[in-house]
């Protein structure tokens, strides 16, 4: 069993004690309200692999770390996860997994550090299948709804051990259950060698990070009920790369019944990676590694620092690929996936999703009007005059996000939703978020990711405004439905409006804003314009 790196059980209830009565700060330190045990503060649960250890913090029960697969090193890189070892005694789930191998990203901007991205605990290496969980109760068969959250960072980077998916907050003041997922990203989890004619066992070796979430939902279903969570009441959902997967699962059979809700946030994942496009990044990886296609064995050879710097060497992308039967098709082209026809999903966006990539923050109006011009050639007049004469008051720094997350990220996003619509066999609501982060004097806006912290009602960091009264408000109300509609598959609260189905009529959405509101067909010219301009501006 794992030794717990920093402290122990002991340390917490001698240590620490002797710690606080010498300390000439003990009076700033809060008293339990009554004794409590050893049981009580490390409650215990039996799982299907062993029994795992978590500690209680005011209430939440928090587990970390929990193994959902083996490792993915040597022999098992590329191949569909295989279970854990079942073990004897106890595993201490006092710290996080490890975070899959990762090509490393510059954290250093001013969004970076308002989304937390810096903070990635954990340590990183391929025995990276484990998830992490947050409950109110254990083994009392409460049953509560339970929540999946999958991160962000595309199919390439992220954890679900950053501080941005801690699900205290939820749990506490939802009554639900949160589980944050790791899985297998880039290369070690979508490379397409079953297209090169690898031998059979790599058949999968282009979904198997997909296929790893899928392992998680399987634990989850068979292990959630010792968490004081209801199988039959799992709603997945994620952000930016987390919608994609979300998108994702949803076409995915090997899913089907393992969880009953879906939200997609600002990552309305339409198409995935062919198998023709997946041969090219394979061919490229295995180039830099002078590694032939008769030798694809090799690669599980290697040390997987050397495949990362090949990976980033490369230059290629690495996503799902279709064309299995684990993932047959394309998500959402050209209809919805039908292997999730009876699952009632939430999509959305934010005003401004496309600013978390745009550092020109001193963009002028000139300098705006010549990005249009050389982006939007004879059109750039028209457009740039509806957006200035919509948002007379905004920066042009801002007036370009709102160009470019309406071209990409809402234009996906009002697809996904139609598309379910038309399916006509389960819901969707749609969604936008308007109020704009007020850290950093405001300059990005209702930027991409303002509302991951409140699918999980947590108001404290600064995307979300610190706990200031307009940002804790809106968290409240977004939490509340989120939470709602994973309990009742309705996202319906006393905090917000009657939240109506979207259709292709009436095209309800509710507006996140301090006016939190319910608008018909909302920006309506907008829509059109880039249903109009869309086909000819593609790729611009």
Known sequence: MRKTAG??????????????AGSTMSLFVPRAARAITEAEMFPTVETQYGKVRGVEWNGIKTFKGIRYGASTAGANRYLPPREPASWT????????????????????????????????PGGIGEDCLVLNLWTPSINDNAKRAVLVVFHGGGFA???????????????????????SVNHRLSSFGFLGLGELGAPPEFKYAGVAGALDMVASLRWVKQNIGRFGGDPDRVMVFGQSGGGAKTSTLLAMPGAK????RA??????????????????????LLNVLGIGKGNIRDLQKLPFTQLLAAQATAQSGFSPVIGTDALPHHPFDPVAPPESANVPIIVGYTLDDAALSMTNFDLTEEGLKEQIGKQLGPQADRVYKMYRDAFPSVTPYLIQARIATDRRFRRSAIKQAEL???????????????????????????????????????????????????????????????????????PKSALTPA????????????????????ANDHRREFRLLWDELGATTAGA
Request: glycine share 12%; no cysteine.
């Open 499 to 518: 939240w109506p189905a979207y259709d292709a009529d009436k095209r309800a959405t509710m507006i996140f804003d301090v006016d939190t509101r319910v």
């Open 420 to 490: 379910k619509a038309a399916q006509g066999t389960a819901p969707v609501y749609f969604y936008t978020w308007e109020w704009p982060v007020p850290a950093f004097d405001g300059k990005f806006g209702a930027v991409h990711g303002v509302d991951v912290g409140a699918a999980i009602h947590d108001f404290r960091g600064a995307i979300n405004g610190s706990g200031s009264k307009d940002g804790k408000q809106l968290v409240e109300r977004f939490a509340a439905v989120w939470t709602g509609f994973a309990k009742e598959g309705v």
């Open 263 to 284: 939200g997609v946030q600002s990552g309305s994942a339409l198409r995935l990676m062919t198998q023709e496009a997946a041969v090219t990044s394979a061919e490229k």
């Open 7 to 20: 402290w122990s059980r002991r340390d917490v209830l001698v240590g620490g004690s002797a710690a606080i």
């Open 89 to 120: 005694g106890v595993f201490d789930a006092f710290d996080y997994g490890q975070i899959a191998p990762q090509t490393p990203t510059d954290r250093r901007s001013h969004y970076s550090g308002l989304i937390l991205w810096d903070r990635q």
């Open 157 to 179: 980077s992220g954890s679900g051990n950053t501080i941005g998916f801690d699900g205290d907050q939820a749990a506490r003041y939802d009554d639900v259950v949160v589980v």
């Open 257 to 260: 019944g393992l969880f009953q």
